[in-house]
Structure formats: structure tokens, C-alpha cells
């Protein structure tokens, strides 16, 4: 089993960055795929970025040049989405999930193959 934690949500303007950041930690010691997903109102979950500690992240396209993924340090559980040059359509609900075990490239956008969800973090760009 993961839990997950997310933080950093907050009101912003067009243009400006924020950091989320999403603590992790895992009874099972099984590998995990942390994905990022967005919910706005009326509207169904997004990904928006994924990665296993220590790889490459993959990106949405809506995101890509815009958003990173990183992680602390490989030994660390915590795993942080910068966003820069923030658009009112980035506003949403931001959740952080974990996949245990493998995940297709295809997939790994997709919240229905997630099994663990943090509470989320709300965050709001203004024009």
C-alpha cells in the first residue's frame, strides 16, 4: 500500500510558478510510478506527469516545457511538479497517485490503472 500526501496548492496569476510537492511512502517496498492528474470542475481527471523515482518523466502535451517532475534525492520520499508560466486552464485539482509494480508508457497518463491517491491541492490561476 502507498500513501500520498500533496501540498503546495494556492491563488495565482497568469504567468506566475508554484511547486507542488507529494510525500510517498510505501509499507509494501514494491516499486511504485508516481503520477501527477488535474481535475477541474465539471470536467473529467488528466494526467499531467508521471515517472519512477530516478527515470525520465513523461509529460502531457498541455504541460510539456511548462511543468518538471523531480524527486528530492533518490533516497528522499517526497517528489515535487514545478510549474512555470501558469494559465488559467491549468486550474484544477492536482492529485498525486502511485502504480505498484510496471506500467506502460501508454498507460501511465490514464488515473483508472492508479490504485493510490493523495487528498489533492487546489490550485487556481487568475487572468
Known amino acids: 500500500q502507498v500513501q500520498l500526501v500533496e501540498s503546495g496548492g494556492g491563488s495565482v496569476h497568469a504567468g506566475d510558478s508554484r511547486k507542488l510537492s507529494c510525500a510517498h511512502t510505501?509499507?509494501?517496498?514494491?516499486?511504485?510510478?508516481i503520477g501527477w492528474f488535474r481535475q477541474a470542475p465539471g470536467k473529467q481527471r488528466e494526467g499531467v506527469a508521471g515517472f519512477y523515482i530516478g527515470t525520465s518523466a513523461m509529460y502531457a502535451e498541455s504541460v510539456k516545457g511548462r511543468f518538471t517532475l523531480s524527486q528530492e534525492d533518490l533516497d528522499s520520499d517526497v517528489s515535487f511538479l514545478e510549474m512555470n508560466n501558469l494559465k488559467p486552464e491549468d486550474t484544477g485539482m492536482y492529485y498525486c497517485a502511485a502504480h505498484e509494480g510496471m506500467i506502460s508508457w501508454q498507460d501511465a497518463l490514464s488515473p483508472e490503472f492508479y490504485n493510490y491517491w493523495g487528498q489533492g491541492t487546489q490550485v487556481t490561476v487568475s487572468s
Open positions: 510505501s509499507a509494501s517496498g514494491r516499486r511504485y510510478y
